[in-house]
């Protein structure tokens, strides 16, 4: 599985952007997709999720009401359509995939997710 993530740049507070992923190879093995986001001197953080066999998506609290995860089956892609964003949004975001149970369990954890994009940076800033 390949994935690799697009759309990131430079917006004002309260704008929006879409973030894509093209999810290739054995697309039809994984069982989650998510939306991860590191900024600088932090943490990787969760951010959404969306499953494979059922499309349900999960959201972290703090982006809950502003950021949508969504997919286009017959592409291969998933994306993070985010809106209302905030300085504190500023990091790099990755798109990853989770082939195991684990995956499904624990959406959340980065260690449940076997492949990862090389990143795209979002920058929120006035």
């Known amino acids: 599985v390949q994935l690799q993530a697009s759309g990131g740049g430079l917006v004002q507070p309260g704008g929006s952007l879409r973030l894509s992923c093209v999810v290739s190879?054995?697309?039809?093995?994984?069982?989650?997709i998510g939306w991860f986001r590191q900024a600088t001197g932090k943490e990787r953080e969760w951010v959404s999720c969306i499953t494979n066999r059922d499309g349900v998506t999960y959201d972290a609290d703090s982006v809950k009401g502003r950021f949508t995860i969504s997919r286009d089956i017959a592409k291969n892609m998933v994306f993070l359509q985010m809106n209302s964003l905030k300085p504190e949004d500023t990091a790099v975001y990755y798109c990853?995939?989770?082939?195991?149970?684990?995956?499904?369990?624990?959406?959340?954890?980065?260690?449940?997710?076997?492949?990862w994009g090389q990143g795209t940076l979002v920058t929120v800033s006035s």
């Open positions: 990853a995939a989770g082939t195991s149970v684990m995956a499904s369990m624990y959406p959340a954890d980065p260690n449940s997710y076997e492949y």
């Open positions: 190879g054995s697309a039809s093995g994984y069982s989650v």
